[in-house]
């Protein structure tokens, strides 16, 4: 059992972080309902009021949870804001990374799709406002810088390439255990291979370069 730590034995960053380990451990394992805030004060070794101290509630130390799974996000999305390289080389990296991020926090990426795939229309908006939607706007403005220094086509929208992008990686991560027995799906073996590949698909297209002079116009 986990004994808590007295306050001179943590300081508050410390605590923090120990308490956000510790629920995001047993978030991923149980699931938000069925953890209570005394399980997570005994597995992270702090008092429950010290959780308080720091988290108004269990759904706000669920929220600040999400944030902290989703801060590679951030750091990715920096990397690719970044003009070092060509548009479409630090597009790839971006989409190579971002998978990445979903294979190597498998336990914890589950938990986040299957809250999104909740039909609670009140977590949907809260997921929305508080965790993801800042970060989805910020690779759409990439995106759309992307366009406007001639990187990229100007006539697609930016947040349809994002939702392709992003769509793709999560059906590999979730479907890979399937795609691994299909013998045409040979990239489900390679993460990064399969990255590389939709990243030129999601920049040339698959038509051949003859016919994409003529492109069909899309109902807005």
């Known amino acids: 059992m986990h004994r808590p730590a007295t306050p001179r034995a943590l300081t508050n ?17 149980q699931g938000f309902d069925a953890v209570s805030m005394n399980a997570i004060a005994e597995r992270a070794g702090v008092s429950k009021a010290n959780i308080f ?38 597009l790839e990296q971006f989409a ?24 609670n229309p009140r977590l949907g908006q809260e997921l ?3 965790v993801y939607g800042e970060k989805f706007s910020r690779f759409v403005a ?12 100007t006539d697609v929208d ?11 990686d999560v ?13 045409d799906a040979a990239f489900s073996r390679k993460p990064e291979r399969f990255s590389a590949m939709l990243a030129d698909i999601l920049l040339r297209g698959i038509l051949p370069p003859e016919k994409n002079i003529a492109k069909p116009k899309v109902q807005s």
């Open 13 to 29: 960053s410390d605590a923090v972080e120990r308490i956000l380990a510790a629920a995001k451990t047993l978030f991923a394992e």
């Open 53 to 90: 101290h720091h988290f108004t509630s269990k759904n706000d130390l669920y929220v600040a949870v999400l944030h902290h799974v989703c801060r590679d996000a951030s750091e990715r999305l920096d990397d690719l804001d970044k003009p070092n390289a060509p548009f479409e080389e630090r």
């Open 96 to 119: 190579r990374s971002h998978l990445k991020t979903l294979l190597d926090h498998g336990q914890m990426m589950r938990l986040l799709l299957r809250e999104m795939l909740s039909d």
């Open 128 to 130: 929305a406002e508080q």
């Open 142 to 153: 990439i995106l759309r810088a992307g366009q406007a220094a001639g990187e990229l086509r």
């Open 158 to 168: 930016p947040a349809m390439v994002a939702t392709l992008l992003i769509g793709a």
């Open 171 to 183: 059906f590999f991560f979730e479907a890979r255990e399937v795609l691994n027995h299909f013998p």
